[in-house]
């Protein structure tokens, strides 16, 4: 049993004795978020409720029903967030931070001190209008929402982070990072080239030709039942500007002991450091337009990074190392993120020329290769994918051959990963050669598992595999306590 969580009057006491130079918050059993943490959640909900109501006509004509509805749902909202603030207690153990939530489905969480990668003291939009933080916990094996409690005022946010990073790597290593001078800028992306390569992305220019041809259409052959579709393109359009340009604004790559570490937001400030002994693999993306310039996006899959689904995430996305640059800045941060790492050392194999009877134009830019690190598979024409696996994070290697391939002679080789953008896969190959692919992948997994060392064994979940086709366990993660 752990011992019991020490009250208000002895919480600053016993700190001091254990650790002088940090104060602690009020630790005691129970202790709830910010008051304001409702209205900080759920203001978005009012205002959906109040432009709907808006655009109601029969209520815009009668203003006391349309009030009374707007003070209803304010009121009911209120009640519902009142009630989610006071049955979400945390408190501080002897070994982990706990969280009780919800007041229909009790939910707990115990976050071990452990576990926690890094943390973060993020202020979104809202919060930070009422001088309030929330802390994002990067947890080994969890997702993104598994490590977020919010809100508190911004001071005590500050204070428990790090009191939680004491816990977690000790005094001494606290102490160091808070005598280290403020991290100087190994690169900024400008806004500018965050918005032309927003603009010039598939995506964007797909929805805004379509979204031309339907006004037009409209306007001149009276297709009016057009305009109904123009409400999914016009968020094609305008989706992935706030997402890219107001989401990435002010991105900066700066170089601290404990990784890489990344800011970006205009209303949003998020922060978010990326110790290299977490990655799991990488992913280069190359739009077509973008290579033709000479741009590509670089994310990560890191430990405790990938989304949720059950929430609304999505499973595969990572991390952002860099939104856009240009194939030095690429190379760059590739060498800093994983040491020594040079593509273009990395002798690529093409597809056979008969795979071009199933892929006729792609055929020619499917390849991989490998060094003593990583291994490396390129796929794509419209969009190219460069995926990065490290050899030690391969958590299984599996063959599928289906039946056109089957009369080729070739066979797609599958390096799973756990879950995020990395989807290491040679297409197409040879059937002999992908036959020596799985075993030599095996055997370079577990070579680099017996020699990595790693200060913790993280269970991840490895992407499901196909239902077809057969696999090698000699990569899987039940023998490899780093697969992190």
Do not use: C
């Not at 202790?31 to 409720?49: I, M, N, S």
């Amino acid at each position: 049993m752990t011992e019991p969580t020490p009250g208000p009057s002895d919480a600053g006491q016993q700190t001091a004795q254990q650790t002088p130079p940090v104060q602690s918050p009020v630790e005691q059993a129970g202790a709830r978020l910010h008051p304001l943490t409702p209205f900080v959640k759920g203001w978005g909900y009012f205002v959906v409720a109040a432009i709907a109501m808006v655009n109601n006509e029969s209520l815009r004509s009668n203003l006391t029903l349309a009030g009374l509805g707007l003070i209803a749902v304010l009121v009911g909202g209120i009640l519902l967030g009142a009630l989610s603030w006071w049955f979400t207690k945390w408190q501080l153990t002897d070994d982990a931070i706990r969280v009780d939530s919800g007041f229909l489905f009790r939910r707990t969480r115990i976050i071990r001190f452990d576990r926690i990668q890094a943390i973060d003291v993020a202020q979104p939009f809202v919060a930070r209008l009422f001088g309030m933080a929330e802390l994002r916990m990067d947890v080994a094996g969890g997702g993104k929402s598994d490590g977020k409690l919010s809100y508190f005022n911004y001071d005590e946010a500050v204070k428990l982070r790090t009191i939680l990073l004491v816990r977690a790597k000790g005094e001494q290593a606290v102490e160091h990072a808070a005598q280290q001078p403020a991290p100087e800028p190994i690169l900024v992306v400008a806004t500018t080239r965050l918005l032309g390569a927003t603009l010039l992305s598939s995506t964007v220019l797909a929805s805004a030709g379509a979204l031309i041809w339907l006004i037009a259409a409209a306007t001149v052959l009276e297709f009016h039942i057009g305009l109904f579709a123009a409400v999914p393109l016009l968020l094609g359009v305008v989706q992935p500007i706030w997402k890219q340009v107001v989401g990435n604004h002010g991105f900066t790559l700066s170089e601290t002991d404990h990784g890489l570490r990344t800011k970006r937001g205009l209303f949003d400030v998020q922060r978010q450091t990326v110790p290299p002994g977490r990655v799991q693999g990488l992913l280069i993306t190359e739009p077509i337009i973008w290579r033709l310039i000479g741009w590509a996006r670089v994310e990560l899959d890191i430990a405790g990074v990938a989304g949720n689904p059950s929430e609304g995430e999505d499973d595969r996305e990572g991390a952002q190392l860099l939104p856009v640059g240009d194939r030095g800045e690429v190379a760059f941060v590739l060498a800093r993120i994983l040491q020594g790492l040079d593509l273009s050392r990395i002798e690529m194999h093409r597809a056979p020329e008969r795979a071009k009877r199933l892929r006729p134009i792609g055929w020619r830019y499917l390849s991989y290769g490998h060094d003593e690190q990583v291994l490396v598979t390129t796929r794509g024409w419209v969009s190219r994918r460069t995926s990065i696996v490290l050899h030690h994070k391969t958590q299984s290697v599996r063959l599928e051959q289906g039946p056109l391939q089957r009369r080729l002679g070739l066979a797609n080789v599958h390096v799973d990963t756990p879950l995020g953008p990395t989807d290491a896969i040679a297409l197409h190959r040879d059937q002999f050669e992908a036959a020596q692919l799985l075993e030599a992948q095996s055997v370079r997994a577990r070579e680099a598992r017996r020699t990595a060392a790693s200060p913790a064994a993280v269970h991840t979940q490895p992407n499901p595999p196909s239902p077809e086709g057969s696999s090698s366990s000699a990569a899987s993660p039940a023998d490899d306590s780093s697969a992190t």
